[in-house]
């Protein structure tokens, strides 16, 4: 990943300083290209995507010279669990660290059921409710062995598609007791989950996939309740998408970033004023060291603030506490939905970012620059 990170960081310099944006700002090139974006109105030279591109690249110009940006960028990774990240990127303008987090949410491509063929649903679930429900289960397949089904293809192919299917039909127990009153002991599959859904292969599928657990993600989501004689069953395609299509294709629960802050003490604290002062910030951020028998406050981790600002409640204290931000650091949280590992979702939006610079840069080349 951060072999990718570098490439990114190359594909960056190249796109913003090598090619146009390194030029004198004097340069016509440049003035033109910075002319354009000024302007209300899109050039048709352009799509929509280009142009908004466009404009986030101007932003990351004029906020911060191109130079500082790539030489002191780098990325420092804290936290890595099975289905969280949290790494701080530093050295980059807000515009790119948020084109990042949007890529993530929305660009960075998943299988998800995309119809659903109900046969028979008898259950109080009505069929549009149960549809939506089966379609926000995650689904453990990896979109990269997979390609994008085409444009009015209803079918699908065992290259483009993936099969499931839902049946389950609640009875009663013969052998519960009469006197109870637990749905548990008294029917049998009278609640359906996830785990119900069952994949059925398409063509070589069962080959080519064998040794790859295809099912949901989780298996004790609740999809619907059932009473003795009712039953499910249905069949599920699942198809390759983005977030930016369908919520459902969102690979992540959660892709934020926040500044890290900055805590300075403007003079030495001591005494019961430390004790105080560290009473003012999450555990962690401020330590009482004991020095000769007196009492100091230091900042010991100011990332773990969470910027509640409860200092300036107190008079004795806000004189001598500055807050800031550090506006070039940048701390990201990624939470998968277990479809991908968090570190292949962050490689997988780097290389939608470089793919969208080299996008770029193959349209500046095609305009014609008088």
């Known amino acids: 990943m951060l072999l990718e990170l570098e490439n ?60 500082s940006q790539t030489k002191n960028f780098r990325v420092d990774i804290t936290r890595l669990e099975e289905d969280t990240l949290e790494f701080d990127m530093i050295g980059i303008d807000a515009a790119i660290a948020n084109a990042f987090r949007r890529i993530l949410l929305a660009e960075v491509p998943t299988m998800a059921v995309e119809k659903a063929f109900i046969y028979n649903n008898t259950s109080i679930v009505q069929d549009e409710i149960l549809a939506h429900r089966l379609g926000l289960i995650p689904i453990k397949a990896d979109p990269r062995l997979f390609e994008y089904r085409s444009t009015g293809d209803e079918e699908g192919t065992e290259i483009d598609s993936l099969q499931f299917q839902l049946k389950v039909k609640c009875t009663r127990n013969p052998k519960a007791q009469k006197d109870s009153s637990d749905p548990d002991e008294l029917y049998f599959n009278h609640k359906v989950y996830s785990k119900d859904i069952k994949w059925v292969p398409i063509g070589n599928q069962a080959d080519l996939f064998g040794q790859v657990a295809i099912r949901p993600v989780h298996d004790d989501i609740l999809i619907a309740q059932l009473r003795p004689g009712q039953e499910l069953d249905v069949v599920m395609h699942c198809v390759k998408g983005i977030g930016k299509d369908h919520a459902k294709f969102s690979p992540v629960a959660t892709a934020s970033y926040r500044l890290l802050p900055d805590i300075t003490l403007l003079s030495p604290v001591e005494g019961d004023l430390a004790d105080k002062l560290k009473r003012c910030f999450s555990p962690g951020v401020i330590e009482v060291h004991t020095v000769n028998g007196r009492k100091f406050a230091t900042v010991a981790n100011p990332r773990l603030d969470t910027c509640s600002r409860e200092i300036f409640r107190h008079d004795d204290l806000k004189n001598l506490v500055r807050l800031g931000r550090v506006r070039n650091h940048y701390i990201f949280s990624v939470e998968s939905t277990g479809i991908l590992l968090p570190e292949v979702l962050v490689s997988e939006a780097l290389k939608v970012l470089m793919t969208k610079c080299r996008k770029f840069l193959n349209e500046l080349d095609a305009v014609q620059v008088e």
């Open 8 to 67: 990114c960081s190359s594909a960056f310099e190249l796109c913003l300083e090598r090619k146009y944006l390194g030029l004198s700002f004097s340069d016509s090139k440049v003035q033109i290209l910075f002319n354009l974006v000024s302007y209300k109105t899109r050039v048709q030279t352009f799509s929509l995507i280009e142009w908004n591109f466009l404009v986030l690249i101007r932003r990351a110009f004029l906020s911060l010279s191109v130079k």
